[in-house]
């Protein structure tokens, strides 16, 4: 990777003094210190190289993973019993819109959870949690026949809840012989997925729910700060803030408001102990949701609550140790970064962080220029006649203070700031991949790949199609953009040479291993699946005039 990454830089004459910073994932071989991708580049290549981190995101979504480890996926065992059970099942799928209609919830097929999915696990839960009556009462056809009277209460209690009419009831129980005899019909894998879906909708039912509710209680703290960092727009400036804010306010849900409170810096709230149980809330004080807190008086002083409430401990400590260690919080350059915010100018924290710029970004400013920037940092910050920053994008709001020139040594540092990536961005390239390379062109070359990339980019910034984009009203006499031919004309030509390139390298290579050329022409694999394919054009027109003239005849 890192000599294809020197390649192309040297192959497109790009100087390495314009590479800000790189987002990676965290693994080593992106950002080990030894030896990992982005150590080797700053090492070699780009000394001024910012660290900001790995990818924040995929720091959130791997802390929502720690958190629901201690419950040894319970409920995502379920989730991916009840997708997989109507994935195939035509029939099942009618049958449970039906008792969504009844019931007056809307009908949509079971989600699926993807683990490796930005928090997959909190978009199926609530999807569970809404289809939750229907399953209910779905699943109940495949209780055992000897269980069904002791569980026919909860079907009646819901009845109830959606004031169903006895036509409802009706329909129902008419549903329920067809799903058993499909129940009859199943292979052993079937009956085993059932069999464990009924489990954890009916026998430990209090179970599953009580891990739902958590989940939908607690993640959407960590799926918030996700959503905002995958916004197509510059938040460099809000990353210390929404990290700071996010391992505080998780903390509060299990760490006693005095300790966070006494933390007064970031390096101290990465230094609280959460393991340690001086630091945390009591059982009844933790935050479980408000659902939970009803479920749990009726099961007061069972296994199940203790269990419960020992298991949502351990998943608030492990979750909060990963954000303590992952997050930079602690980082000297996001935090200067914050200063760029307009909303934080006329301050004299904001000054002194953003005095620190010129020396966290070494690659910008020379010479005399840093002693100009830090004169226009502290008019800057008594300036009152700054554009309005009101709903609007800080990348848009920089431009306007360009514009009025009086500020340009700011502009010059904080422009390149801006254009550092801070959310998984490049992953969305993956999308533009699947409108791309199918079954038919999946061999494409990567200069391909990167051109047609390039060219869908470029149309969809200026919302039109290809047709739209070289519109001509008269196609035979309006003049043809010369950029285009001359464009045409060389990717054809470098097309030739990549061709002529592959030729002579099979030539050497067969060479090199003594293989002399072959007169027939090999076959392919296509041609060997239809063999024989196509008759040769002779005999075919010859059979194609016999069948003619008979049929005449």
């Known amino acids: 990777m890192y000599n294809g990454l020197v390649q192309l830089f040297d192959k497109h004459d790009l100087p390495w003094n314009n590479l800000m910073s790189i987002l990676m994932d965290s693994c080593a071989v992106m950002r080990g210190s030894k030896s990992g991708l982005e150590t080797r580049i700053r090492t070699n290549k780009a000394p001024h190289l910012l660290d900001i981190d790995g990818d924040s995101c995929h720091h959130a979504h791997n802390a929502c993973k720690t958190f629901c480890k201690p419950f040894k996926s319970f409920v995502e065992g379920l989730f991916s019993d009840v997708h997989n059970d109507f994935k195939w099942s035509t029939d099942q799928r009618e049958h449970l819109q039906d008792i969504c209609m009844m019931i007056g919830v809307k009908y949509t097929v079971p989600q699926r959870y993807v683990p490796h999915r930005w928090l997959s696990v909190y978009d199926v839960c609530l999807d569970t949690l809404r289809m939750w009556d229907a399953y209910t009462i779905f699943y109940h056809s495949f209780v055992p026949a000897s269980m069904q009277t002791a569980y026919m209460p909860l079907i009646k209690d819901l009845y109830r809840k959606y004031e169903l009419s006895d036509t409802n009831r009706s329909s129902i129980k008419q549903i329920q012989p067809h799903l058993q005899q499909n129940n009859n019909t199943m292979t ?7 069999a464990r879906i009924v489990e954890k909708l009916c026998y430990v039912q209090k179970k599953t729910l009580l891990i739902l509710n958590l989940y939908a209680a607690v993640l959407p703290m960590l799926k918030k700060y996700v959503m905002l960092f995958q916004a197509k727009e510059p938040l460099m400036h809000k990353l210390h803030e929404q990290q700071t804010e996010l391992l505080k306010d998780f903390m509060s849900c299990f760490v006693k408001p005095e300790i966070i409170s006494d933390a007064k810096s970031s390096r101290k709230l990465k230094e609280i102990d959460v393991g340690n149980s001086k630091c945390q ?12 807190r009803k479920l749990l008086k009726e099961v007061k002083g069972d296994k199940l609550a203790v269990e419960f409430i020992s298991q949502t401990t351990e998943a608030y400590i492990a979750c909060a140790r990963i954000l303590q ?12 970064i914050a200063a760029i915010d307009p909303l934080c100018a006329g301050h004299n924290v904001t000054l002194k962080y953003m005095l620190k710029l010129p020396s966290c970004v070494t690659n910008v400013l020379a010479g005399d220029e840093v002693d100009r920037f830090d004169l226009e940092a502290r008019k800057f910050q008594s300036d009152d006649k700054l554009p309005d920053c009101e709903n609007k994008r800080i990348d848009s709001w920089w431009a306007e203070v360009e514009d009025g020139q009086k500020y340009p040594m700011m502009v010059k540092l904080i422009k390149p700031l801006l254009s550092c990536f801070h959310g998984p961005q490049v992953e969305s390239s993956f999308n533009v991949m699947g409108d791309i390379i199918d079954a038919k062109s999946s061999s494409t070359r990567i200069d391909t790949l990167s051109a047609i990339q390039t060219v869908k980019y470029e149309l969809r910034s200026k919302g039109k199609t290809a047709i739209q984009y070289y519109f001509h009203k008269d196609p035979l006499h309006d003049v043809v953009d010369p950029a285009l031919v001359k464009n045409l004309t060389r990717s054809y030509k470098a097309y030739e040479e990549n061709k002529q390139g592959e030729r002579e390298a099979v030539e050497t290579k067969r060479v090199e291993m003594g293989v002399e050329p072959r007169a027939e022409k090999l076959v392919t694999k296509k041609k060997q699946k239809n063999f024989p394919c196509r008759l040769p054009r002779r005999l075919d027109m010859t059979i194609k005039s016999r069948c003619h003239r008979q049929t005449n005849m």
């Open 188 to 194: 052993s894998d079937g009956k085993s997925r059932k």
């Open 281 to 292: 809330l009591d059982g009844d004080s933790i935050f479980l949701g408000a659902r939970n």
């Open 325 to 336: 260690k992952k997050m930079p919080i602690n980082s000297a350059l996001l935090k200067s």
